[in-house]
């Protein structure tokens, strides 16, 4: 009788541990991240209002491009969205290393992208880029930030299978939906409940946390 109950429970564990691990999984944001979604937030905000674009794509990206503007393009470039400088860019660029996937795998190339004075300048040219033709038509005036992140991969922003969840991810993680009442936040914004895992979307239970409960369920059964 133990031995069955310590099963149930094993399996009960294993059957509720997306619910579980997305309440154990708190958005512990460092006070530099939070500087900057209050600084990125406000600009994605002001710049909504004028664009269309929601301010809580403009954020997630601004995150996940620059790494929390950190990265070497948002340090020495004032670039947070990695456009790349094409013909249609008179500009300053900057040129550097940069991840691709072809299809198949990633691939480093040395690519030139565009560069700014300033983070607003990026902020307005990112939805410059995206209003200059019919590619990302979809994403302009969509109030549905799910439905945003998906047309924006889709028009092609990134060549990554999981671009569009990532951002959702983001989202969702640290309540940036809250920018996107044209409010610009109202200060630091609330954590929404943590991304749960949808179907396509990467499970928050690891193979090695599943495979874990697999042999203590195994070691009970045993017994």
């Not at 991810?169 to 409940?193: C, F, K, R």
Request: proline share 3%; glycine share 8%.
């Amino acid at each position: 009788m133990k031995k069955a109950l310590a099963a149930i429970i094993v399996v009960a564990l294993f059957l509720t541990g997306y619910t579980v691990a997305a309440s154990a999984a708190p958005a512990n944001m460092t006070q530099a991240q939070k500087d900057f979604v209050a600084r990125v937030g406000a600009m994605a905000t002001a710049d909504m209002n004028r664009s269309g674009i929601l301010a809580s794509l403009t954020i997630a990206q601004a995150i996940l491009e620059s790494g929390w503007g950190t990265s070497e393009l948002a340090t020495k470039a004032n670039a947070l969205f990695g456009i790349k400088a094409d013909s249609r860019w008179n500009g300053r660029t900057y040129s550097k290393a940069s991840q691709e996937w072809n299809g198949f795998m990633n691939v480093t190339v040395i690519a030139s992208f565009r560069a700014y004075n300033s983070w607003e300048q990026s902020v307005a040219d990112h939805s410059a880029f995206l209003a200059a033709g019919t590619r990302y038509a979809a994403v302009i005036g969509e109030r549905n930030y799910r439905k945003a992140c998906t047309a924006i991969h889709k028009a092609g922003y990134a060549t990554a299978p999981d671009y569009a969840n990532r951002l959702i991810q983001l989202i969702e993680t640290y309540g940036l939906a809250a920018y996107d009442s044209g409010s610009g936040g109202a200060g630091t914004p609330s954590v929404s409940t943590p991304f749960t895992s949808k179907p396509g979307t990467t499970p928050l239970l690891t193979a090695s946390q599943k495979k874990l409960i697999t042999a203590v369920l195994q070691r009970l059964l045993r017994r």
